[in-house]
């Protein structure tokens, strides 16, 4: 299941994916939620709390995850992952040359830090 995280600033999209993650979760809650922030304009930042494993999610769900990545790729000013999953970790700083210039990756007990570095003020948008 993906959720939308709620009291985040305006230029920031928030979610959490836990238990099973499936196509349905990105076409109705994700993907939806993305194209929104972009349409308002500016450059979006992304909190992504992946606390599923890669197990939990369905071919689809894997899927719409690189598809909704790739198309949105120039959207995001900057991306906060957090993860416990060494394998998510792993492919991440495998393909750190295709994120955008800030991107940082946190353990799922560091979400607190996540959320600060993401929401930071000194480099919100304008």
Known sequence: MITILPDLPKYVAGFRASGKVTAEDYES??????????????????????????????????????????????????????SDSPTVRGLLHAFHFMMPKSFAIFG?????????????????PA
């Open 29 to 82: 809650v994700l993907m939806p939620a993305l194209d929104a922030a972009v349409a308002e304009g500016g450059p979006i930042r992304l909190l992504y709390i992946l606390e599923a494993s890669l197990t939990d999610f369905t071919l689809g769900a894997m899927w719409d995850d690189a598809r909704t990545g790739w198309s949105h790729l120039q959207d995001f000013e900057r991306v906060a992952l957090v």
């Open 108 to 124: 799922l007990d560091e979400e607190a830090e996540a959320r600060e570095w993401i929401t930071a003020e000194s480099a919100a």
